[in-house]
């Protein structure tokens, strides 16, 4: 058991994939020498070699089509976009690709991919390294879709991606890269893919979230809990297909629902989440279904007071998760 | 080159007949309100004939588009499997009913399936490439395209990446002068298709795609050097759209019927069949037979299909992961 | 007063925009001599020339990539994407370009633009000539997003759209090109961008729709009204940004809604109107809130009865309808 | 080609000696903590304002890209609204403090807003060009952009656009060698950039990229061939990118030290200085001159943006849509 970042343990589960499957191959854009710009792939390019480590050339589009072939012939690409903001070109391939492939030929073709992107903001990115871009694919049957709150669920969710027969987005946190600490055990694991988690129990409302704002949703529920609202917390961690059962259950207890993402409001993932709840969970609510996410902006503006201003933290889930506690 | 046997050559005559009638046979159906769409490969056989048996058929690799009946048919696909596919039933191979008609698949051929939206197979093409080159296996892949297509971003990116990395692909477009109604002038810049491989850093051949043994002349030369390592290659096969893009479409809006009258003069299958006559390989009593065993397998493929059950409804669910999948 | 098509209305509202403005120009595939493939600009290249209704390039980024950039230069571009489901590789420009133009530049920039594309099932085209995309685009703000539903809105909002100085995402049900037919008035109007309209008024649920789901809904309140169910029904138009004030007075006044949209259920366009009710309309709700929507696949199937099996139509909005009423 | 005056080259020497020490005061400011990123274009300078000099300033269009800071300098951007920028102040003039530093945007001087995904900007260039063609204008569009970012399909499309409709573009690429880390070698397959053209059916052409008077003749040229409907032209500038990819960039982990300092020897700075000297236009004593008022102007843009106000966040929320900007 050690205490590492969120980033070592993405690079961790890349190492451990790479050498127990020489079908795993790594490709990307300065994924080779230059080890990544957030330095996820350092060091394996020197391990594994220019075949398993591919500098590719600067278009995504071909980044995800070059590895939806090579994952048709019977390989296992880990597919790096430097940020996912720069994942649009790529769409293409992702949705009517990737995303349909198995059922198109009725199971005789399957796209073993994983598509791993940098995603939020935070980091004085300005609106071209901030984007959270789940709600694009969380809407696409056929793909699943990941975001990792934590190093230990960060490893064994990636080494399951890299394992699952389906094309797979893993969209990490950056902000949380090196900020966001926690221990991993030394030998082999995987995460299942599908089931959220109660990451904290509670009886007052509950707090849906994920990724950087499940990071921020505990604190809030730390600071709530001091004031004596005891919030639950509940890390959708599969965003696609989504767990429906472990958020109505978690309704179900406490009758009032928050749903949080950094991503802007209308038309954002909470709203699949609040959906769910207003139909199936209707008759467990005490009060109207919340959500808190960003403005609707075009994105994360630069100036640190707009960032700031644009971006959800502990502080905004506490006040919001409060005024819902009171309803 | 390989010379040709003449079996093989009548063999690759056989497959361009049958594709043709097949291919009327789909027009005559559409026309008689049995099936709701075709999109047509009539004047595309020598090309793809041609480009069929310079591969090591079964071994090497095709990311096909929708003109490719006759490929296809080279390949192993069946007129039976394509008729069940013009009407949507059950057993259809390529995606149990749930694509659109040429839209193919074919596993146990290493023929990917692919989708409507243009170009999307060129980097799939690129990708198995690659991971045929990680694996140091001597096959090939072919890619098929039009030379519409051609314009995408897609389609430049991935023969860029074949490029890069001296990839064992092919790159065949076929040039049938429109992309429905579009002609080449207003896709691009340059004469010809082949010219746009000198700015991507590779082989690129024009060649009569009208002629089926020229085609394979070219393309057995350019498949066995990428089988050797020796790079990619983008291949354009210059021929004639004879019907109308689709059954969808009204070629009379944008083309005179005398334009079209006038290339039917360079039909692949009379020019297949002169030459394998002038070289004393062919007899019209053969020729005959030919038809005549066509249509047979067409008739049984059209009673046998509009025999077949559709698809019950409750399939349609699946497999949209790979965990649902019957046959995975 | 005349009865026409859709199709028809589209076409005309081109026409006068073209006669109207000489920096109104048409691009896209087959647009042309060809007329589209659905005969949308069929006789405006005979009428306008071929420097005013350009065959593009088999390429729709560039399609809408050189649109935004001849918008910047202050044309009117009226791009159109043959069918919706090629759209993607346009993605880049209209998601991180056209919608953010302006705010990035402060307002220095504007994208003046409309792109057109036909969308949805019911039409034999398998999975990649029936997608609904707006869920894509109402998730991002920069962008308006418009459905027509009927002949004299699809000409009012199209000329309105065009006239409009913000990028506008035209997606027309090409199922009702000719199957929908209504009165349009002679002379020249245009339909504001942002209003929804109740289409028949009711008490005892609120159907939400647009395009062609709300053509079937009108004959469900019918039917609903010979059972002595009396359906509002409510035509959303413009998708984003939606009218939540038209949204929330009709749940207030029937206490049940019932969300309807062809394009897969789960985080489609549906999700944000069923969770805005379910937040904002809370305490005038008298039951669940419904979504009836297209099934988790990745598209319509070609076959006829998997497509009857994918597609809304009438009888399955009468049945949710009933249902949701009796509740 | 029309004769520089030696008072428009002495122009041009100091608009790259600005440059290079606006570019290098933004380096200090980051190492000082004082500003979060910055992005050089150091080496970059005679490709430039080489091909600033070469429009019409003001009449002409541009659609450029991160590096450009000697090309905005040239077409009337100031050291403190790049200052500003860097700060993310409220006056910032590109976005009013949303976008990034070096995403430029001034609509008084026809240049057009940025953004980081590269390439985005080339098929506005097209279009562009196709609404001056249109409008029968006599306007040139100039496009900047990395060898890097040629690898996008995006860039093609465009490119093939311009190619096919005769637009009035001029597509510059600034090759330096690497994009972050990843050198041409891994981009594509052809020797020099300048060779794409051939594929696009236009005119490309490589040139030194270190020389701002080699630059300017070529540019010149083909703004002028452009302008009078000749089309389009693709112009390779060969130079090298002297600092990392940028603040948050550390080169040392894929470019050896020798190979930068060897490098620096190809100073488009010195270079020009040299030839400037040669010609016996300019002394040292002008250049002192220079420094001094170079390091006062830039003294003056950091202590004015210190002192700025940062935005105040409700302003954040717009302007979204049109009706919304203050000042459209
Ligand atoms: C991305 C995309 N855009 C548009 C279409 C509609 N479409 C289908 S075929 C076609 C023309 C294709 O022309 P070409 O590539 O020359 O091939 P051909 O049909 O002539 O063999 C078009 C525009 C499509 N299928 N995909
Ligand atoms: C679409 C996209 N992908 C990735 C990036 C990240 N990125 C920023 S600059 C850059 C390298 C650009 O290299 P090049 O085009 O050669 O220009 P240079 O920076 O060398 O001037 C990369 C990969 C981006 N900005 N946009
Ligand atoms: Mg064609
Ligand atoms: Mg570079």
Redesign the interface.
């Known amino acids: 058991m050690a205490e590492i970042t969120l980033v070592e343990a993405i690079r961790q589960a890349m190492d451990e994939e790479l050498a127990r499957d020489e079908n795993v191959f790594i490709v990307g854009e300065d994924v080779g020498v230059r080890g990544g710009v957030f330095r996820a792939t350092v060091g394996l390019y020197e391990k594994y070699g220019p075949a398993r480590v591919i500098d590719s050339p600067l278009a995504e589009l071909s980044i995800v089509g070059v590895g939806i072939g090579a994952a048709l012939y019977g390989m296992r690409p880990v597919c790096e976009i430097q940020f996912a903001d720069f994942i649009y070109p790529a769409m293409n391939q992702i949705v009517n690709e990737a995303a349909k492939m198995c059922y198109r030929s009725n199971g005789e073709w399957t796209v073993p991919i994983v598509i791993r992107a940098p995603y939020g903001g935070g980091i004085g990115g300005g609106l071209y390294h901030s984007q959270s871009l789940e709600a694009f694919f969380t809407h696409v049957p056929g793909l699943k879709v990941v975001i990792p709150s934590n190093p230990y669920d960060a490893k064994g969710l990636l080494k399951a991606a890299v394992r699952d027969p389906n094309p797979v987005l893993f969209f990490e946190p950056k902000k949380g890269y090196r900020l966001i600490r926690g221990d991993v055990p030394d030998g082999e694991y995987t995460t299942p893919i599908g089931p959220a988690k109660v990451s904290r129990p509670g009886r007052d409302l509950s707090i849906f979230a994920y990724g950087m704002m499940h990071y921020y949703a505990l604190q809030a529920a730390e600071k709530l809990a001091s004031e004596g609202i005891e919030a639950e917390v509940v890390d959708l961690r599969t965003l696609y297909p989504v767990d429906r059962k472990t958020i109505l259950e978690s309704v179900k207890r406490t009758g009032k629902a928050l749903v949080v993402h950094e991503d802007n409001l209308t038309g954002g993932y909470g709203a699949e989440i609040a959906a769910t709840i207003a139909d199936e969970g209707f008759t467990d609510l005490d009060a109207p279904v919340r959500r808190l996410a960003g403005p609707d902006v075009p994105g994360v503006p630069f100036s640190h007071p707009f960032q700031d201003w644009f971006m959800v933290d502990a502080e905004k889930i506490v006040e919001a998760a409060r005024k819902l506690a009171a309803y | 080159m390989v010379e040709l046997s003449a079996a093989t050559k009548k063999d690759m005559f056989w497959n361009m007949l049958l594709a043709r009638r097949l291919d009327e046979r789909a027009w005559a159906l559409h026309r008689q309100g049995r099936i709701?769409?075709h999109i047509s490969g009539i004047g595309h056989e020598a090309a793809q004939v041609g480009s069929a048996y310079a591969l090591q058929r079964g071994r090497d690799?095709v990311?096909p588009y929708y003109r490719d009946l006759a490929l296809m048919l080279c390949l192993g696909y069946t007129p039976r499997d394509f008729v069940l596919s013009l009407m949507?039933?059950?057993e259809?191979t390529?995606?149990?009913?749930?694509?659109?008609p040429s839209?193919w698949?074919l596993?146990k051929a290493n023929v990917?399936?692919h989708?409507?939206?243009?170009a999307?197979q060129?980097?799939?093409?690129?990708?198995?490439?690659?991971?045929?080159k990680?694996k140091k296996e001597d096959k090939v892949v072919l890619t098929t395209i039009g030379e519409?297509?051609t314009?995408?971003?897609?389609?430049?990116?991935?023969v860029?990446?074949a490029?890069?990395h001296k990839l064992p692909v092919v790159f065949l477009v076929q040039n049938n002068k429109y992309?429905?109604?579009?002609t080449p002038?207003?896709?691009?810049?340059?004469?010809s298709v082949a010219?746009?491989?000198?700015?991507?850093?590779?082989d690129g051949r024009a060649v009569d795609g009208t002629n089926v043994f020229a085609v394979y002349e070219v393309m057995h030369e350019v498949v066995e050097n990428a089988r050797r390592g020796g790079g990619p290659s983008l291949i354009e096969a210059v021929l004639y759209r004879i019907t109308p893009h689709s059954s969808?479409?009204d070629d009379r809006?944008?083309r005179s019927r005398e334009e079209v009258e006038e290339h039917k003069k360079q039909d692949p299958l009379l020019i297949a069949r002169a030459i394998l006559e002038q070289e004393g390989l062919l007899t019209s009593k053969e020729v005959e037979e030919m038809e005549s065993r066509a249509k047979e397998i067409i008739n049984e493929a059209v009673s046998y299909a509009e025999a077949a059950d559709?698809?019950?409804?409750e399939?349609?669910?699946?497999?949209?992961?790979?965990?649902?999948?019957?046959?995975?």
Chains 1, 3 share one sequence.
């Not at chain 2, 390529?94 to 659109?100: F, I, L, P």
């Not at chain 2, 559709?310 to 409804?313: A, D, G, K, Q, T």
């Open positions: 709701a769409f690799w990311t949507g039933k059950r259809e390529t995606s149990g009913g749930r694509q659109m839209h698949s596993r990917v399936s989708s409507a939206p243009v999307t060129t980097p799939h093409a690129a990708g198995i490439g690659l991971a045929i990680l519409g297509a314009s995408q971003g897609e389609w430049y990116e991935a860029n990446w490029a890069i992309a429905i109604s579009v002038d207003k896709q691009m810049a340059v004469k010219d746009k491989a000198c700015g991507l850093g590779l969808d479409d809006s944008y559709y698809p019950s409804v399939e349609g669910a699946y497999p949209v992961y790979v965990e649902e999948a019957r046959r995975g």
